[in-house]
């Protein structure tokens, strides 16, 4: 018996027939195991097995039919139903045989792929243990097997695992086009080794591939290589007829849906984990780092100066840009991957899917692996999308206030589901006598036996309170403290995912009931909890989806906190939830429903909802609001956050202002010309596009407005056709020439400055003619 840890999975095809490659590591190194004994399946309901078998389908490579078909006893939501086993002889011929059955019966289970369904079958989980019982040895460019077995062997801790960060950067006027701009640096980072590629392209090319080899790492990150850097060193790779054989079978990069795949190698793409982190609005690879904590140091220039530099003969700039680059990249992947080491063991996909997948996508497979095990087979997704009535969000409180509790309904959607079984199983739309009633919305659902979402969620709740309890006893600094917090943390983000999951219509269990039951007790519960603090005196500011803002007679924030858990303690004894204070603030804002700004007891701003936060403002309106916030909460004078604006306002119509204040950054979500709705990024990608510069699906477009007439998309140009700037006119290249136009200053103060500060500014009592009489006036003047 080999025991090790499981790192991937895939498949090759031998002879027509698909083998699983089990991708391992043991204290020798990586090796790989082949299983030839599992074929691949999907389930049909609802006809006979010589209705199936009689299937055939046409195609280029001949007739494909069923290789065989087993009836089997399964269940359905809980109830037990008849089904038939389709198997097949390869993976691809799943979605064919699919669509054919489906025309006169049910199929499920249809649409998994093939190295997910082997590991929801086998029991078996990425990033744990793995013993395997070969058969023989294979012989290859490395340690393979044939096996004969297989199962699953839970490990404490995570394999020890090598990263390699990688990052380009290329030599592009505009933006860079693979078809004809070279790449002139390759920054890499694998554990202590770093080193910057430059020189003839060829070399670059060479060598980045001789270092992947060399340094073998486990897992390679970047930072939207997927969409950008992978797909540019393909292309520029073959221009030269180099070879990426960088897979540890010595096999090239390939693509699949557009996806790099590395054989034996995890390709962990971190722009797709920080997209799925909500409260860093703007995704760059410097905000990302910033938030979490794991930017290097402030460089000379930015991406956009590369070719400035470079042409000036400047290249130490550049090399210190992308080694910078990388540095980051690689801090930010320790930072980020330990959690998803965890989900990937829990959702037991390789830690690249799992990166890639969007919080239900990873519910799903989670649901799948728990739904074999009972014996249940999954239903499809519904080909419908519903809406519901969400969370209870009570209006905020004019003005700002002092010594401010948040109360937080820790998990209260889960302990919603848990209580009262809500679940697709145990829904019950007919007459029922021991059901549990929504309020509001009267859906019903049976007491017992448990549903299968309530003994998921208990399981997994139970199983983080029993790590949080072994936490206590142990010292913060310590492993096995860190690795617990890691896998607590990871069960908080699946559990939660829980109850968005039921109202996604792409979900297997979607049920809209569930969903709309769900928050009809949450509105409930908030509204009952407002009653409850107004009975013992509080005044209740905001109410939000699960969470409390309240205040007490003034009290300081020590006497608010022996108070709020007075509260705790009432709501606790008579809800079936449990709350517990999530923040003091010193001074807080509401500027509407989920919008709001406030000074934490330890001194830090915290910002929700607010355009500050959001990508589509340009630099210069970002930075005002945020000042008149830092003004507001830190000072507290209305008066001089106006005064502030005011004197910015007066600094546009002097042009004291740089171009990169005004530019604004929106990203394109198809190719310029397939948008029916020319946005102002649209138009100015579009006019990019006229002087031969394209941007790809996901870029972000940086342009500005200009004076002039027509509407203001009209009037946005990008600004890699910007010459110069000197604060009021621009020089813009066009197909005719170069083209002057001033910058429309009355837009920049009508539609970015304004808006950005008068949402907060009006919660005060001013108004935008405000900006031009000023009245002295207190900030408790509006509370």
Known sequence: MIKAWLLDVDYVTENDRAVIRLWCKDDKGVFVAYDRNFLPYFYVIGCKAEDVMKVKVRTNEGIITPLKVEEIEAKSLGKPIKALKVYTRHPQHVPKLREEIKKFAEVREADIPFAYRYLIDKDLACMDGIEIEPIAVKEGVLRAYEVRSVRRVEKKGFPDLKILAFDCEMLAQFMPDPEKDPIIAIAVKCGDFEEVLHGDERDILRRFVSIIKEQDPDIIVGYNQDNFDWPYVKKRAEKFGIRLDIGRDRSEISFRGGRPKIAGRLNVDLYDIALKIPDVKIKTLKK????????????????????????????????????????????????????????????????????????????????????????????????????????????????????????????????????????????????????????????????????????????????????????????????????????????????????????????????????????????????????????????????????????????????????????????????????????????????????????????????????????????????????????????????????????????????????????????????????????????????????????????????????????????????????????????????SGIMVKKIDKDYYIDHQIIPAVMRILERFGYTEASLKTTIQKTLFDFT
């Open 288 to 735: 990302v780092a910033e938030f979490l904590g794991a930017k290097v140091e402030e460089e000379d220039i930015e991406g956009r100066d590369i070719y400035k530099c470079w042409m000036r003969g400047e290249k130490e700039k550049v090399f210190k840009h992308v080694l910078n680059d990388v540095l980051t990249t690689y801090r930010l992947a320790l930072e980020l991957l330990p959690m998803h080491y965890e989900l990937s063991r829990m959702i037991r996909l390789p830690l690249d899917d799992v990166a890639r997948l969007g919080r239900g996508k990873q519910v799903d497979y989670f649901l799948l692996s728990e739904a074999k095990k009972i014996n249940e087979i999954a239903p499809n997704p519904p080909e419908i999308e519903e809406s519901y009535e969400g969370a209870f969000v009570l209006e905020p409180a004019r003005g700002l206030h002092e010594n401010v509790a948040c109360l937080d309904f820790a998990s209260m959607y889960p302990s919603i589901m848990i209580n009262f079984n809500i679940s697709p199983d145990t829904l019950v739309k007919g007459e029922c006598e021991d059901c549990y009633v929504a309020p509001e919305v009267g859906h019903k659902f049976r007491k017992s036996p448990d549903g299968f979402f309530k003994r998921i969620l208990k399981m997994l709740i139970e199983k983080r309170r029993e790590m949080k309890r072994q936490m206590k006893e142990l010292d913060p600094d310590s492993e096995d403290y860190k690795l617990l917090d890691i896998k607590q943390q990871t069960l908080k983000v699946l559990t939660n995912s829980f109850y968005g999951y039921t109202g996604w219509n792409l979900a297997r269990w979607y049920c809209r009931e569930c969903a709309e039951a769900t928050t009809a007790w949450g509105r409930y519960f908030i509204k009952r909890a407002v009653k409850i603090a107004e009975s013992m005196g509080f005044e209740v500011l905001y109410g939000d989806t699960d969470s409390l803002f309240i205040k007490k007679n003034k009290l300081n924030l020590k006497d608010l906190e022996k108070e709020c858990l007075k509260l705790i303690d009432v709501i606790s004894k008579e809800l079936p939830i449990q709350l517990e204070i999530d923040e003091f603030y010193k001074a807080i804002f509401f500027v509407e429903k989920k919008r709001y700004a406030g000074l934490t007891d330890d001194d830090r701003i915290v910002v929700k909802g607010l355009e500050v936060r959001r990508g589509d403002w340009c630099e210069l309106a970002k930075r005002v609001q945020r000042e008149v916030i830092e003004i507001i909460l830190r000072e507290r004078n209305p008066d001089k956050a106006l005064k502030f604006v005011k004197n910015v306002i007066e600094e546009i119509k002097e042009g004291k202002f740089k171009l990169e204040d005004y530019v604004i950054y929106k990203g394109l979500t198809k190719k310029p010309d397939k948008y029916e709705s020319k946005q102002a990024h649209v138009k100015a990608a579009l006019r990019a596009m006229e002087m031969g510069i394209y941007y790809p699906i996901g870029t972000k477009v940086g342009f500005v407005i200009v004076k002039g007439g027509g509407s203001i998309s009209d009037r946005a140009y990008p600004i890699e056709l910007i010459e110069e700037f000197d604060g009021e006119n621009l020089k813009i290249r066009t197909p």
